[in-house]
């Protein structure tokens, strides 16, 4: 199971490549292809990613026709929280409860009588409560947040400015050396060759000959 709040480029690839690494991981070395396990996919998303009516689709593999289903060991599901409507709590299936508790767009007293007509979202809602009233342990997982987002900006952001300036002094020095740096840097880190001479405005034949005097490995 895979949740997405921020949308993902090539979600459905994605999601058939974690799929296949798991359905590999079901049989052993030299095992026969029966003991191959059924193996599910489910996204639960933030945000619309198919071009489909309501909130739940399940993909499997079908002929063209739709008319037969290959094997049932595939099977993908995408749960979108922006397509979820309101309806009437008591027609509600158990999978509508689920998704209009995990969306939190209900009053208390909807979220109540949610909870106290399944015993799983009542468990789920106990724990948040409880966690929530921590103060403690809820500061220490805003914390966490914060520093991975903090984190990942700042790494960026460093980067970015590291390239414009090395780019910058080079240039403005009229020598070659400042853009050699970066340039050798990027290879080492394995940036692709093409990247770096369009960084660094040099032509491919010229990065490839940086890289082999300074002793750089590159494809």
């Given at each position: 199971m895979e949740?997405?709040?921020q949308k993902r480029q090539n979600m459905g690839q994605r999601s058939l490549y974690y799929w296949a690494k798991l359905y590999q991981s079901?049989?052993?070395?030299?095992?026969d292809y029966a003991h191959l396990r059924r193996t599910i996919s489910i996204n639960l998303?933030?945000?619309?990613?198919?071009?489909?009516?309501?909130?739940?689709?399940?993909?499997?593999?079908?002929?063209?026709?739709?008319?037969h289903r290959l094997t049932e060991d595939l099977e993908i599901h995408f749960l979108e929280l922006p397509k979820v409507t309101r309806t009437d709590i008591?027609?509600?299936r158990t999978l509508d409860k689920w998704m209009a508790f995990i969306g939190n767009k209900l009053s208390n007293e909807e979220m109540e009588e949610i909870a106290m007509s399944e015993?799983?979202?009542?468990?789920a809602w106990d724990r948040i409560e409880t966690f929530m009233r921590d103060a403690g342990r809820r500061r220490k997982y805003e914390q966490r947040e914060k520093y991975e987002h903090d984190y990942v900006?700042?790494?960026?952001?460093s980067r970015r400015e590291g390239l414009a300036e090395g780019l910058a002094k080079g240039r403005a020095e009229g020598r070659h050396d400042g853009i050699t740096h970066v340039a050798i840097?990027?290879?080492?880190?394995?940036?692709?060759?093409?990247?770096?001479?369009?960084?660094?405005?040099?032509t491919e034949n010229a990065v490839r000959q940086m890289a082999e005097a300074h002793g750089v490995q590159v494809p």
């Open positions: 949740v997405q709040v079901t049989l052993r070395r030299g095992e998303l933030g945000y619309t990613y198919l071009p489909l009516k309501g909130f739940h689709h399940m993909y499997g593999l079908y002929d063209e026709t739709g008319e008591r027609q509600m015993a799983a979202i009542n468990m900006s700042d790494m960026n952001g840097n990027m290879l080492r880190a394995g940036t692709p060759i093409s990247t770096v001479a369009q960084m660094t405005e040099l």
